[in-house]
Nanobody, 115 residues
Framework: QVQLVESGGGLVQPGGSLRLSCAASGSIYSPNTMGWYRQGPGKQREVVATITNGGWTLYADSVKGRFTISRDNAKNTVYLQMNSLKPEDTAVYYC????WGDGYWGQGTQVTVSS
């Protein structure tokens, strides 16, 4: 079992920045991929960005150039730096961990971009 605890969500004005964190604990194996997904109002959950423990990253087109995913393998923690936020980035953001076919989700953290 893997437990994921997210933090860092909140309310921010358009053009602002937020940093999300997700700490994983429990049975952590390599290789693994951690990432962020989001689900906006009335929308399906979608991938935002993922990163392997080797440092390979993947971004959704909608966030390229604005969001940066990173991780600290020693702390089993993944981060999402979100800059130039737009109202359409409003969503619940979920942390995800996948390794050897097993996947786990965090409880989600709300990000609201509004003036």
């Amino acid at each position: 079992q893997v437990q994921l605890v997210e933090s860092g969500g909140g309310l921010v004005q358009p053009g602002g920045s937020l940093r999300l964190s997700c700490a994983a604990s429990g049975s952590i194996y390599s290789p693994n991929t951690m990432g962020w997904y989001r689900q906006g109002p009335g929308k399906q959950r979608e991938v935002v960005a993922t990163i392997t423990n080797g440092g390979w990253t993947l971004y959704a087109d909608s966030v390229k150039g604005r969001f940066t995913i990173s991780r600290d393998n020693a702390k089993n923690t993944v981060y999402l730096q979100m800059n130039s936020l737009k109202p359409e980035d409003t969503a619940v953001y979920y942390c995800n961990y996948v390794s050897w076919g097993d996947g786990y989700w965090g409880q989600g953290t709300q990000v609201t971009v509004s003036s």
